[in-house]
């Protein structure tokens, strides 16, 4: 069946613009997380949302960054006034529920942002 | 609080060599543990998992035991092939909360034949 799917796979933006990231999580899950992977940083945890309930923001490193999610299924990533900081690829992941034992998360391709 | 370090790369290896990327964790409580593989121009794939102490995880070759008493998850294959040429990621999670998972910062494997 159809995995994660992101988009767009790169953007390309000036210092100070607003940015928009995509993510279709694969059908049925209620878990979606967003990391960010750059380099020296390794792979960041962002947000997570589980269902209908109040994402877990704990992660957003800066309150330029937000996230929603629609009808528990797309969600897109806003980053307001970018930074040459921002830049990195930023990974999706999606799982059948968060609080279970086992919870193997299946990651999309990711968006390659870069801040001129 | 909860983190993941892995063996520093780059690694280079020849066809048919033995593989250890090291990796260690420090976590409250009882994590899941977990080997992804970024293999070149693709996505983050889970590679195996254990989830209690002793267990053992394994696919395509690779194994990792879940060491509680050294708090560690190493991977090991036996002979390793060109096309296991990836960075490897070590990671954990809590499985309360928000689940996310934790990194190490990658080590990237390249076999030479």
């Known amino acids: 069946g159809a995995g994660v799917s992101q988009s767009p796979s790169n953007k390309v933006t000036e210092k100070g613009k607003d940015v928009e990231l995509r993510c279709d999580p694969i059908s049925g899950h209620t878990a979606l997380y967003w990391y960010r992977q750059s380099l020296g940083q390794g792979l960041e945890f962002l947000i997570y949302?589980?269902?209908?309930?109040?994402?877990?923001k704990s992660g957003l490193p800066s309150d330029r960054f937000s996230a929603e999610r629609t009808g528990g299924s797309v969600s897109t990533l806003t980053i307001q006034r970018t930074q040459q900081e921002d830049s990195a690829v930023y990974l999706c992941?999606?799982?059948?529920?968060?609080?279970?034992?086992?919870?193997?998360?299946?990651f999309g391709p990711g968006t390659r942002l870069t801040v001129l | 609080g909860n983190s993941v370090t892995q063996m520093e790369g780059p690694v280079t290896l020849s066809e048919e060599a033995f593989l250890t990327i090291n990796c260690t964790y420090t976590a409250t409580g009882y994590p899941s543990l977990f080997w992804y593989v970024q293999y070149p121009g693709e996505g983050l794939q889970l590679l195996l998992k254990?989830?209690?102490?002793?267990d053992k995880g394994s696919n395509k070759g690779f194994e990792a035991t879940y060491r509680k008493e050294t708090t560690s998850f190493h991977l090991e294959k036996g002979s390793v092939q060109v096309s296991d040429s990836a960075v490897y990621f070590c990671?954990?999670?809590?499985?309360?909360?928000?689940?996310?998972?934790?990194f190490g910062t990658g080590t990237r494997l390249t076999v030479i034949p």
């Open positions: 949302f589980q269902g209908n309930s109040a994402p877990d």
């Open positions: 992941a999606s799982s059948l529920e968060a609080g279970v034992a086992i919870n193997e998360q299946f």
């Open positions: 990671a954990l999670n809590q499985r309360t909360g928000a689940n996310n998972l934790f």
């Open positions: 254990a989830t209690k102490a002793d």
